[in-house]
């Protein structure tokens, strides 16, 4: 809801701060006094174009701010926190400011912002029939939200989302499993040579070290070969050493009983060097068994290691590296050979899934259907009252072409209107008539009051050119439409005037050189005063007054 408008340097305003309320708030005036002004003023806060003509002669700058209240869940609340823009207990200002030079600079909650941003923020809480029309109502991409929410569709259009998601999800599966297969085929002969390849090699895990340290060995066997010989001699000089060994310890065990236990760690001593001998000289001849000094097999062990050397070269991994790699062609390999049956399996998964949007998709068009039935003549049942009785409203919807079908369905939905019998439909903003035009939107705006609820909503004299009745049933509506939102309204109709719960009359006074506009609240005097001056004109008569009590006092229907 708009709570505030302050406006600074605007045309004829010099300064002005305008305090507003729920319901329907009304504001009249002569001709010229300047309530044009106001709603250029308002425009420049919701992000209309700026024309620096607004800026009040003498002025550097015009400054508009509307204060706004927001609750919780609000479209705005959810583009403050989308933008990162400090929201202060549920109130949201709109400030924009027009240099004199033309260039202007858009505020929200006081944070800079962009003219565009500005004017999402005010879409979501205001919507201005008259000099600078709304284009929600206008626009056929807003329809079929709109008939959804007559409806009360949300949970089929959620469900048909749900089923589109599902149904692209399954498409994607299965346009990737395809062309991998197609990948995947187009390099079959090269899969399954090299599979053969590394079967046929069938590296192992830590093969290359093992080999490498084998060829190590191989290419110094002769060397090591003559080394452990000569050991072997050395150890078997004369008697040999575990033999002397063995002979010291028969002497010192002879006599051991006899020395009190002296001798008794070397003997111990003695008998560990001569295993360990033993053990030595056994795995020295072990040693020197194990090595071949056949040199067909060092060429072996080095054909087999370069050859995995090589082959790791070629798949670009490390020798080790190739046991994965294997696994991994043999994997895509199965892929070729075995992607049809997965193939089809994405494919029944894919059918069933456009099945199941088609159905979810066709309950949401007849319900569509059947929402439309009930909005044409409810639209048009207050039509007639409005001097708009020739006019017809039409909700159509348009199939679309497979590849535009979405979230939202397979259809679009468009209104469409016919201002005289015999005219074909079309638009709703054929209309060409303003005065028409805001009241077929006062028509449609009371019939989608529940479905969208616009925070504010401000009419530019919607009773233009029509009178007596007319202006009664406009009253009329405006107030039922109040009952769910603040409504703004600037009118000439005192039966229009007289349904408001607050009432302002903008003037023009002399000030110095120049005329400034002013508003001013009325209290129930002053309202009947002023609505018999619009009954009567320029001189107000004692039958105007009265007629003016009769407005105010109703009864209304």
């Known amino acids: 809801m708009l709570r505030t408008l302050s406006i600074r340097d605007v045309v004829l305003i010099g300064r002005l701060d305008l305090t507003l ?75 924009r400011v027009l240099g004199a030079d033309g260039r202007s600079r858009a505020f929200v909650n006081d944070q800079p912002v962009s003219v565009a941003l500005l004017r999402c923020f005010a879409e979501s809480l205001a919507e201005v029939h008259g000099q600078f029309e709304s284009q929600r109502l206008l626009d056929p991409a807003n329809h079929r939200a709109l008939l959804d929410a007559y409806g009360d569709l949300e949970s089929l259009v959620a469900r048909v989302g749900e089923a589109r998601r599902n149904w692209r999800r399954a498409g994607q599966a299965r346009a990737a499993a395809e062309a991998a297969r197609e990948a995947a085929r187009a390099q079959e002969d090269f899969l399954r040579h090299a599979t053969g390849e590394l079967a046929a090699l069938d590296p192992k895990p830590d093969e290359e070290a093992a080999l490498a340290g084998q060829r190590a060995v191989m290419m110094h066997a002769e060397k090591l070969v003559q080394a452990m010989n000569q050991a072997t001699e050395a150890l078997g000089e004369g008697p040999g050493v575990e033999a002397a060994l063995r002979r010291a310890l028969r002497h010192l065990e002879r006599v051991a009983e006899k020395a009190g236990g002296r001798l008794d760690t070397a003997i111990a001593a ?32 080095e054909e087999r290691l370069f050859a995995l050397r090589a082959l790791a070269r070629k798949h670009g991994t490390a020798v080790d ?112 008539s ?24 401000v009419f530019d004299e919607v009773d233009a050119g029509v009178g007596g009745a007319v202006a009664a049933a406009v009253g009329e509506r405006l107030a039922r439409l109040a009952d769910t939102v603040q409504v703004l309204v600037v009118t000439h109709s005192p039966q229009v005037a007289a349904r408001g719960a607050h009432h302002w009359r903008v003037s023009k006074t002399a000030a110095g050189r120049g005329v400034t506009t002013t508003v001013d609240a009325l209290s129930k005097p002053a309202r009947k005063e002023e609505i018999a001056r619009m009954l009567a004109g320029a001189r107000v ?10 407005l105010l006092e109703g009864p209304w229907p």
């Open 321 to 432: 590296g190739l046991s994965a790699v294997q696994e991994k062609l043999a994997t895509e390999l199965a892929a070729v050979e075995d992607g049809a049956a997965a193939l089809e399996r994405l494919e029944r998964e894919e059918k069933a899934a456009r099945a199941a949007f088609l159905e979810a998709a066709g309950a949401l068009s007849g319900a569509r259907r059947q929402a439309a039935a009930g909005l044409d003549p409810a639209v048009a049942g207050e039509l007639k009252p409005l001097k708009l009785g020739k006019a017809t409203f039409s909700t159509e919807l348009r199939p679309l072409d497979e590849e535009d079908w979405g979230e939202q369905g397979c259809e679009s939905v468009v209104f469409q209107v016919a201002t005289n019998p015999g005219m074909p439909a079309g638009p709703l903003n054929r209309i060409t």
């Open 434 to 457: 303003g005065g028409e035009l805001a009241r077929f939107m006062l028509a449609l705006r009371v019939v989608l009051a529940d479905a969208d609820p616009t925070p504010t909503i």
């Open 270 to 301: 003695f008998e560990r060097a001569a295993a360990e001998a033993a053990e030595g000289t056994a795995l020295v001849e072990k040693a020197g068994a194990g090595i071949d000094l056949d040199g067909r097999a060092l060429e072996a062990v």
């Open 541 to 550: 008569t004692d039958e105007a007054r009265a007629a003016a009590g009769s």
């Open 21 to 95: 309320h729920p319901g329907l708030c009304v504001l009249t005036g002569e001709t010229g006094a300047g309530k044009s002004i106001l709603l250029d003023a308002l425009g420049l806060a919701l992000g209309v174009r700026a024309d620096n003509r607004l800026v009040r002669p003498g002025a550097k700058q015009a400054v508009v701010t509307a204060e706004f209240s927001v609750a919780a869940g609000d479209a705005a609340g959810e583009l403050l926190e989308e933008h990162g823009i400090d929201g202060a207990d549920g109130v949201l200002l709109l400030r």
